[in-house]
């Protein structure tokens, strides 16, 4: 593989891996994303249908390891609230549990959604633009913890370790991202302390016993298997924060930092799946199109969709926006009468900051926020 390359004796390792890499237009799928691919998934697009993602179609990205939390220490986990802040906090879960709590309904994707249909293509999780999935987390507001705790007035950001662990760049380090102060004190959206998901505890995949969630951002600000919180007098400079989630056209530029999710719609592929011609197979007449659709920026004011791959469009009707649940998506549709031929299938929203996806394709060297629209090859038959 030529993804490692030695790094002689400044490393305590014996090679670096190299993030960033991006694939010969030749080249087939490397070992390297077959693996992630066989550990993370999507959400399956008929999915798109509930409201709150069902247990276990909820899509997944893990970086490292599934940390693992023995049942029975589950509640002994502690979280501590240290740095600049004036007491410094150390909290079980039996204490995280017994302080009020709230529930938000958050629609969570991942940064690298729509990777994989970039050309050329970044090395690294593949998705196609099924990295996306919504649920109601309970927990306690960052906010009031942090207010508990007491932040000191040179404090300008919050760093959330995980207690997950890896090699980048043949560094040994930790799961770790920051939030502004003003982020992490927000009310709106509020940055959760969560143990539960849909009204259960965390699933060992999504972060049990404790993670954060961060409405409106993508998923690498939402910190899994959270342990430490530490408030900082300068900016965090760590790989997750300054290296990687950051969008960058050539190697060596800074980039600006990957943080809001851009809007998408997803349609809800008509019909059937014949998956080895990747198209929908569909019977004449009227059919009702479906799907959902969101913005981490702000809500979805409106949905368009083409059945004629983007020639013409058409408004779809957005389900009423509910004032609950300003960061979930919201569900659209439209109606279309198919006829027998080829068909490709387009939605397109657009939030209230005015802004729309993109027909063509937002590269960058991570393949990150790839909002490029979604196309749904459909056959619809003789009747
Ligand atoms: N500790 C830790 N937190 C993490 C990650 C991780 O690898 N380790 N992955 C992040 C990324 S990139 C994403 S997209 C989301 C995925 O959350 P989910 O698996 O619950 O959908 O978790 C984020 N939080
Ligand atoms: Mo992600």
């Known amino acids: ?18 993030p960033g890499r991006v694939a010969d237009p030749e080249e087939g799928i490397s ?16 999915a798109l249908r509930y409201d709150v993602t069902p247990p276990g179609l909820h899509y997944v990205l893990v970086h490292y390891d599934i940390p693992y939390v023995p049942p029975a220490e589950a509640d002994m986990w502690t979280l501590t609230v240290r740095g600049r802040v004036r007491t410094p906090l150390t909290l079980d879960l039996t204490a995280l549990r017994s302080l009020p709590s709230v529930t938000h309904r958050v629609t969570m994707e991942c940064a690298g959604n729509g990777r994989a249909r970039l050309t050329p293509r970044p090395v690294s999780q593949p998705w196609l633009v099924e990295a996306v999935g919504t649920a109601d987390w309970t927990g306690v507001p960052l906010r009031r913890l942090l207010a508990e ?13 995980g207690a997950d662990h890896g090699v980048e760049r043949g560094v040994e380090q930790d799961y770790q991202r920051s939030l502004t102060l003003a982020d992490a004190m927000a009310a709106d959206p509020e940055v959760l302390v969560a143990y539960e998901m849909n009204g259960a505890p965390l699933p ?30 300068t900016p965090f400079a760590g790989f997750q924060q300054a290296v990687a989630y950051r969008y960058r056209r050539t190697p060596d530029e800074p980039g600006d930092p990957v943080t809001r999710i851009e ?36 809500p979805v004011t409106k949905v368009e969709v083409s059945t004629d791959d983007g020639d013409s ?70 009747p």
């Open 149 to 161: 705790a007491g932040v000191e007035p040179d404090a300008v950001e919050a760093v959330f370790t």
């Open 204 to 233: 060992p995949q999504h972060g049990h016993p404790l993670r954060l969630v961060a409405p409106g951002w993508y998923g690498m600000a939402h910190v899994k298997w959270l342990r430490d919180i530490t408030l900082t007098d």
């Open 31 to 46: 070992l390297e994303e077959l693996a992630l691919a066989a550990r993370n998934h999507g959400l399956p697009l008929e």
């Open 263 to 298: 809007p998408r719609a997803l349609m809800i592929p008509p019909g059937f799946p014949d998956f080895m011609s990747r198209t929908r197979v569909v019977h004449p007449g009227p059919l009702r199109l479906s799907g959902r659709a969101w913005s981490g920026r702000a």
């Open 313 to 382: 469009w058409e408004l779809a009707e957005l389900a009423p926006s509910d004032d609950g649940h300003a960061w979930s998506w919201r569900r659209w549709h439209a109606s279309w009468t198919a006829a027998p031929g080829h068909h490709t299938l387009t939605a397109r929203a657009t939030d209230a900051e005015g802004t729309a996806q993109p027909l063509t394709q937002p590269w960058n060297r991570g393949g990150f926020g790839n909002n490029l629209v979604q196309r749904i090859p459909v056959i619809c038959l003789e």
């Open 1 to 18: 593989m030529n993804s490692r390359s030695p790094v002689g004796k400044a490393g305590s390792l014996a090679y670096v891996s190299t």
